[in-house]
Structure formats: C-alpha cells, structure tokens
C-alpha cells in the first residue's frame, strides 16, 4: 500500500503551496481535496491548468493517485445536466494531472428527500454515470463511488450501482472507514466484499456521534487491525489515504509535528 493524504489538511494553503508544505516534509502521494480541486478550476482551462500544476507537482516530486470529486453535487439532483456538465470539468483537470482514482459521491439525496423509491434514485444515478464513463472513454480514470450515511451505506449498495450500470470499465469503490463507522461498522466485511472494485481510501476515525475525520488511535472506535487485516487479505495496492480534516483545527506548525506522527503511525499500521 501506498501511503498517502488528502490536501485538505492545509485546507488555508494554495495547491503550490500544500504540494511544497507536504514535499518538505516527505509526504510525496497525495489525494488532491475538492476545495483545491475547485481553487485550481476556478483559473481557466481544466487541461492547461492540470498540467502547469502536473509539472509543479513532478517538479517537487509530488504526485496524485488519487483526487475528490465535486464534494457537494448530487448526481441524481433536479438540476442534473448542469452538475454533469461541471463534472466533465472536473474529469478533465483531474485527467490533466494524471489522477487515476476519482472519488465520487452517489448522490440521491434530493431524492431520498422527496420520498422517491430506489429505483427512480438508481436510474437517475445511472443516467449521470453513463455520461460521465462516456467522457472519460479510453482513458485510465476510475470514478469511485464513496459509502456515503444517508444516501448509500454499506457495500451492497455501491455494488448494486455498479452491477446496474453493467461496465466493468472506469467504476470502482472508495471505502471511507469513518463513514463505515457511522452505519454497520463492518469494515473487514465490506473490503472483502468490493475487493474487485476497491480503488480508493478514506482512512478517518470518529467515535460513532458524527463524521469527525480524525487520526486513528485517538478517541475513535474503528477497528482498525480488522481493517488493515482485510485489506493485505485482498492484497489493496492503492492509495492508503488519511482524509482528516479534523486534525487542522491547529496551528500549521502543529500539523507540520503531526505529519511526522502520522509517517511513524502508518510505518506500523501497514508493515
């Protein structure tokens, strides 16, 4: 497993700058957060503006297996065209960088709202993932579909999207261990069973009252021996990322202290 972290940890920094930040403290795999996916967007040309920060990235030894999708959309939402044409957007900078694993939510909240029954939820997430495989055809992305609380749990119901939509192409499973921890807590469960599809990490910790994004081992309940048990079982050789936003409540210099920590404690968690 290659060891890594979500940019969001220096949510405050430009991309240049958390790229130089993580560089100097020797943390060279990252995933790119949305909220510096959006930043680098929001100055042009997804494709352009991929590869000036591609080369960056390369040039301070950087690199991005892994990026997080538009955090807030809703794929399945009422204003589905505008969110799928803003996607693309968002595929082309990721394909300019070079990402390979791109984290999506399934969307259906909307939905889920008004009391629509899984069936209208599957086809409108359908319709949406269609587009978006299509636009990305040929190339070696693969949109991975995080277990998200309120909208799709546990792994049955990624798989059932992804066996609905019938592509063994650019699809897969992002599990995010804190999200997990909120519903069945069944972690060892749920790798073995997306094993074919499971692309991508969200390492967080939380003590089963809210989504608190936090280091392992502090006051969290994750199993996390079960997790890392599983995940040498199917033999997971892609980003272990630890997305914990919680832990930025604090001066850079702390985090900077904390980085360190976190190298020493991923060294024992993955021997």
């Known amino acids: 497993m290659i060891v890594g972290i979500t940019t969001s940890f220096f949510d405050e920094l430009t991309p240049e700058q958390t790229v130089q930040t993580f560089a100097g403290k020797g943390w060279y795999n990252l995933e790119l957060s949305s909220e510096h996916a959006e930043r680098l967007l929001s100055r042009g040309d997804p494709d352009k503006v991929g590869k000036e920060f591609a080369k960056f990235a390369r040039d301070n030894g950087v690199s991005f297996p892994q990026g997080h999708l538009w955090l807030t959309c809703d794929i399945a939402a009422s204003n589905q065209d505008e969110v799928i044409d803003i996607l693309k957007q968002w595929l082309d900078l990721f394909m300019a960088i070079g990402i390979r694993a791109a984290v999506l939510h399934p969307g259906g909240d909307e939905l889920l709202q008004e009391g629509s029954d899984f069936d209208k939820v599957l086809e409108a997430r359908?319709?949406?993932?269609?587009?978006?495989?299509?636009?990305?055809?040929?190339?070696?992305?693969?949109?991975?579909?995080?277990?998200?609380?309120?909208?799709?749990?546990?792994?049955?119901?990624?798989?059932?999207?992804?066996?609905?939509?019938?592509?063994?192409?650019?699809?897969?499973?992002?599990?995010?261990?804190?999200?997990?921890?909120?519903?069945?807590?069944?972690?060892?469960?749920?790798?073995?069973?997306?094993?074919?599809?499971?692309?991508?990490?969200?390492?967080?910790?939380?003590?089963?009252?809210?989504?608190?994004?936090?280091?392992?081992?502090?006051?969290?309940?994750?199993?996390?021996?079960?997790?890392?048990s599983a995940l040498k079982e199917i033999k997971y050789s892609g980003l272990f990322n630890f997305e914990i936003p919680g832990e930025q409540n604090c001066p850079i210099p702390v985090r900077l202290a904390k980085l360190d920590y976190l190298r020493a404690l991923s060294e024992l968690m993955t021997a």
Not at 151 to 175: F, M, Q, R, S, Y
């Open 126 to 228: 359908l319709r949406a993932l269609s587009a978006l495989i299509n636009h990305i055809d040929g190339t070696d992305i693969t949109i991975c579909l995080e277990n998200i609380p309120k909208t799709a749990p546990e792994a049955d119901d990624l798989l059932a999207i992804i066996k609905a939509a019938n592509t063994k192409e650019h699809l897969g499973i992002c599990l995010d261990t804190g999200h997990l921890n909120l519903t069945s807590r069944r972690q060892a469960e749920f790798i073995r069973k997306t094993a074919p599809y499971l692309k991508a990490l969200h390492i967080a910790d939380n003590d089963g009252t809210g989504d608190q994004h936090l280091m392992p081992y502090e006051i969290g309940t994750v199993k996390w021996d079960e997790v890392i």
